[in-house]
Nanobody
Framework: QVQLVESGGGLVQAGGSLSVSCAAS????????LGWFRQAPGKEREFAAG????????TYADSVKGRFIISRDNAKNTVYLQMNSLKPEDTAVYYC????????????WGRGTQVTVSS
């Protein structure tokens, strides 16, 4: 059974940094696209960042570009999201996803971790 488990969310002040991680189990995602999505209160879930099987092939939403960094460790079957210069509008539940297509439709999803940025 495939499981994705996020960790590392929490409360941070605006301008601060936070890192979240997602550990996968049940199968390897070495050759899979991995992504981070987020859902703010009252809004639809949106794509934030994605990384393909090459560690250099990353994609970011315009809203996070230049502030967030996605990375992966295939040996640990884990994907990370380093979030810098956080803004209150980054407040959301962050979900990791795996087995994603080129247009970021993903098969497997984690349950999410809350990130709250205070002003």
């Amino acid at each position: 059974q495939v499981q994705l488990v996020e960790s590392g969310g929490g409360l941070v002040q605006a301008g601060g940094s936070l890192s979240v991680s997602c550990a996968a189990s049940g199968r390897t995602f070495r050759n899979s696209g991995l992504g981070w999505f987020r859902q703010a209160p009252g809004k639809e879930r949106e794509f934030a960042a994605g990384i393909r099987n090459s560690i250099d092939d990353t994609t970011y939403a315009d809203s996070v570009k230049g502030r967030f960094i996605i990375s992966r460790d295939n040996a640990k079957n884990t994907v990370y999201l380093q979030m810098n210069s956080l803004k209150p509008e980054d407040t959301a539940v962050y979900y990791c996803a795996a087995d994603c297509t080129s247009d970021w439709r993903c098969t497997y999803w984690g349950r999410g971790t809350q990130v709250t940025v205070s002003s």
